[in-house]
């Protein structure tokens, strides 16, 4: 039997002659429940948004995109596409071609980004799968046509009921400099959409999707590409491929993946993360001054105990290990039952959304949370180990000298 750890919890449960005392040791119990279900939930909201944030730029951006070092574009004869369909891993690839240009239709006009893809485009991009009106059609009865964001859409008000209902699209050229009628300082072209789509506001009032034969015409290069938009195979080593393909394009072309493509959104929801952790953490540290108050008055309440433990031959290490293990009891309680009310409301809010987003304007109504295993172990390190140095702290003889004839 381990003496320590039994008069531990004999302490910690039974009754004191100071009813502060049990006061104290509930209020630090409860301070170590808080601190670890706020340092839980608030883990899973933040994993939850990047999940969501995440699944939404994935429907947009490939898994791969091979794009030139220097400048905008380059011609499509570059590239090997016999080597680069036989890398593994590969299920598909697309060619595109973007351009800044303006939009017109009607009195109504808009600066967006006109991308010409081909027709791997549907394999590689989940696009088509988030039509808000019409469908995913750039070809149609040898027509060609445009998919645009919603909010371009609302912005240009398309009506594709109308069987007229063309948009103009315009495109610097390039070398020009001075013309007399502003019209001249453009390619211009006409193509009807048919449609719309919807992921979130950034796209949505940013793309339009064309043939890339369309975008080809427009700017008068028959060969010009922007970038090659990679898919992969559900088992393929992302980093394999990406080496594969840069032995394949060479040094004149860089081989991004969907983080690179991100980097700076994927490095502030982390830095954001770390963060709030850090501020929480701080205050469960000053939350864990209960802890220290609650084993300073245990001791001078079992004064006669201790005494009575030394007279029996008790050292002082076993001595001091008593009230080490009541604190660490305190906080891993605390921690457990912190533990268990967040997977009840995690839960609950994944299953029913009980904390709503205001607005009405967000992609999803409820907060978004998920659960991680890694962030449990996290917090529950984080929450022992300021347990075991705040209860520690009471035994320390220079800071509670007050006390030290109970040690000594």
Request: some cysteine; proline content about 3%.
């Amino acid at each position: 039997m381990h003496l320590p750890s039994l008069f531990a919890r004999r302490y910690l449960v039974s009754k004191k002659s100071t009813q502060a005392i049990n006061i104290l040791s509930g209020i630090s119990v409860l301070a170590m429940l808080v601190g670890s279900l706020g340092l839980v939930m608030v883990l899973s909201v933040f994993n939850g948004f990047e999940h969501l944030v995440v699944s939404l730029y994935d429907k947009f951006y490939p898994e791969l995109i091979v794009s030139p070092v220097k400048g905008k574009f380059f011609n499509e004869h570059t590239i090997q596409y016999d080597k680069l369909e036989r890398v593994k891993g590969i299920k598909a690839y697309s060619l595109q071609l973007e351009e800044k240009a303006l939009l017109r239709f009607g009195d109504n006009q808009y600066i967006a980004t006109v991308r010409g893809v081909d027709k791997n485009f549907t394999k590689i991009s989940s696009i088509p799968n988030a039509m808000f009106h019409g469908q995913f059609l750039l070809h149609s009865n040898g027509q060609r046509h445009a998919v645009v964001g919603a909010g371009i859409e609302q912005a240009l008000g398309l009506n594709y009921d109308n069987p007229f209902n063309e948009l103009s699209i315009y495109i610097p050229k390039k070398g020009v400099s001075y013309v007399l009628n502003p019209e001249d300082a453009f390619h211009r072209a006409l193509i009807k959409p048919s449609g719309s789509f919807s992921i979130q506001q950034e796209f949505d009032v940013e793309y339009v999707f064309v043939p890339i034969e369309f975008m080809r015409t427009l700017v008068n290069e028959p060969n010009l590409v922007s970038g090659i938009s990679i898919s992969l195979e559900s088992e393929a080593d992302i980093n394999l491929v990406k080496k594969e393909l840069k032995k394949i394009c060479g040094d004149q072309f860089a081989v991004f993946d969907r983080f690179e493509q991100n980097k700076s959104l994927y490095a502030i929801m982390k830095v954001e993360k770390w963060v709030v952790y850090a501020i929480l953490t701080f205050i469960l540290i000053v939350a864990a001054f209960n802890i220290i108050g609650s084993l300073s008055m245990l001791i001078m309440e079992k004064r006669k105990d201790i005494n009575i433990l030394r007279v029996m031959g008790s050292d002082l290490l076993s001595i001091k290990k008593i009230f080490l293990y009541e604190g660490i009891l305190i906080s891993f309680i605390g921690c457990i039952l912190g533990f268990i009310i967040s997977i009840i409301l995690i839960v609950l809010q994944q299953k029913f959304g009980l904390i709503e987003i205001g607005g009405g304007t967000f992609v999803v109504s409820a907060y978004p949370v998920k659960m991680n295993t890694m962030d449990f172990v996290l917090v529950f390190f984080t929450v022992m180990g300021i347990g075991i140095i705040a209860s520690w702290i009471p035994m320390m003889r220079k800071m509670y000298s007050s006390i030290r004839f109970s040690f000594e």
